[in-house]
């Protein structure tokens, strides 16, 4: 089996405006459920790939919060950035302003 470290990096403008360590696990068991052919929508895939399409057993990969920094150091996975926002052309752009490390504990 083959499992994989995954990095949250949560982009925020203050501690106000996080979202919670829950909505990240949910998301990871989201993904983890498309990479072992459990998803809500697999059993819906198109006809055409019926001959090819894989089964749980075909993937074994586990996506996992990475357990250790790039130091080496205990992790939780999520890095949140501090950052400042702007309006550009109709789009949002977000000024990285300092890194920090902050545990989302719920």
Do not use: C
Request: hydrophobic share 40%; proline share 3%; no cysteine.
């Amino acid at each position: 089996d083959i499992r994989i470290p995954v990095v949250w990096h949560v982009l925020t403008d203050g501690p106000d405006n996080l979202i919670s360590e829950d909505t990240i696990n949910q998301e990871m068991q989201w993904l983890n459920d498309w990479f072992s052919a459990q998803n809500n929508n697999y059993a819906s895939g198109s006809s055409f790939w019926a001959d090819v399409i894989a089964v749980a057993d075909d993937f074994h990969i586990t996506f996992e919060l990475a357990a250790f920094d790039l130091n080496g150091n205990p992790f939780n996975g999520i890095d949140v950035v501090q950052s400042t926002k702007e309006e550009k052309n109709d789009m949002m752009v977000l000024h990285k302003s300092d890194y920090w490390y902050y545990s989302l504990s719920t």
